[in-house]
């Protein structure tokens, strides 16, 4: 069963741990199925032909990104903090934190055929591009740390302690770096992602979340909250890779969620989880371009891939990265789930995840 409804293009002006074992399995992408016409012109679409839409109490949903099909649904059973994938899309890593376990599903099925258990609360996660690596960040009292899991085992492979409390991680695009956004104490740190040995830590101020890299590699993008004595702001904040210093921070509103940086690099977007819109900022006049009217708990963008998208609740909406021209709004699936409460807790997307490109 699926919905798709569309919106044709306009213009908005506004550490201890245990494992369980997991059996080896391999298992191809869904094929993209035959429905109605595209919602999505795939000749000005990207390389990503799935969304791994993620809801808040962990359900699953892959998503056809050009017919706006839902291909599969999935439920993890726990409240989700961060997602994965790997990069031939043959497993997504759910990280279930609050429980301290970290899930695989196999996209194809929706089957969850491991669950990895590290007794640790657990924050957001990346993949390698050569999917030898997933690398999640985790808080204990102990304080904040990278936990590496070899995903061809779904085993622990090593963890790295950074202090403080950590929250964001990204790679650069060329898989050598790890970038880790230190939300206690206003840090990024940089850790060599094959020798897991840390390199660099940058000042930037605020209580940095989300982290995203330029595709040339040069430029990283933190979403920063601010704590006032009245209210709450939001910054994006910039910083040089190579010189490993922090360059400029652009107010973009309240709530600092998610980041998406275009393929030419000329923007980045923000989703404002406060406020119920999402930044684009120009990332050479380093200035605020304009606000977007969605409530958008969460988004992403796939490597190589102008288009954003955004989770809006019940819906995944498709933005064009080059002018922000709405493409498509895409219906989710229904997926009810016992909450904590008790109660059934309805779909509510928050994350979108994409499989890393392997060519890097």
């Known amino acids: ?110 089957a969850v055929v491991g669950r990895l258990e590290t007794g640790t609360q657990l924050a957001q996660a990346v993949m390698h591009p050569d999917g030898q690596r997933l690398y999640v960040t985790g808080n204990s009292s102990r304080g904040g740390s990278v936990v590496v899991v070899d995903p061809r085992t779904f085993t622990l492979a090593a963890v790295v302690p950074l202090g403080g409390q950590v929250q964001g991680v990204t790679l650069s695009p060329d898989g050598r770096m790890l970038y880790v956004a230190g939300a206690q104490d206003g840090t990024v740190a940089l850790v060599d992602a094959l020798t897991l040995t840390p390199q660099a830590t940058v000042e930037i101020g605020g209580m940095p979340q989300h982290v995203a890299v330029s595709p040339d590699g040069s430029t990283l993008y933190a979403s920063v909250l601010h704590l006032g004595a009245r209210k709450a702001s939001a910054g994006l904040v910039v910083v040089d890779t190579k010189r490993r210093t922090r360059l400029a921070e652009v107010p973009v509103g309240t709530g600092a969620g998610g980041v998406a940086v275009t393929p030419d690099g000329s923007r980045v977007y923000v989703a404002l989880t406060r406020q119920r819109a999402v930044a684009v900022v120009d990332t050479t006049t380093r200035t605020l371009l304009r606000t977007l009217p969605y409530d958008a708990r969460g988004l992403s963008n796939a490597p190589g891939d102008r288009r954003i998208f955004l989770a809006t609740g019940s819906t995944t909406t498709v933005l064009d990265g080059s002018d922000d021209t709405e493409l498509a709004r895409f219906d989710l699936d229904e997926l009810d789930l016992p909450g904590i409460t008790g109660k059934p807790t309805g779909f509510e997307a928050t994350m979108v995840a994409f499989a890393p490109d392997p060519s890097h």
């Open 1 to 110: 069963m699926w919905a798709q409804s569309t919106v044709g293009p306009r213009r908005l002006g506004t550490a201890f741990f245990s494992f369980a074992a997991l059996f080896a399995l391999s298992a191809a992408p869904a094929a993209l199925a035959d429905g109605p016409p595209p919602a999505v012109d795939p000749a000005a679409s990207g390389p990503s032909p799935q969304a791994y839409v993620v809801g808040r109490s962990g359900q699953v949903q892959v998503v056809d990104t050009v017919r706006g099909k839902v291909l599969a649904t999935a439920r993890t059973g726990g409240r989700t903090t961060g997602v994965a994938v790997a990069p031939d899309g043959g497993h997504v890593y759910v990280v279930n934190g609050w429980t301290g376990v970290i899930t695989a599903i196999d996209p194809a099925t929706g």
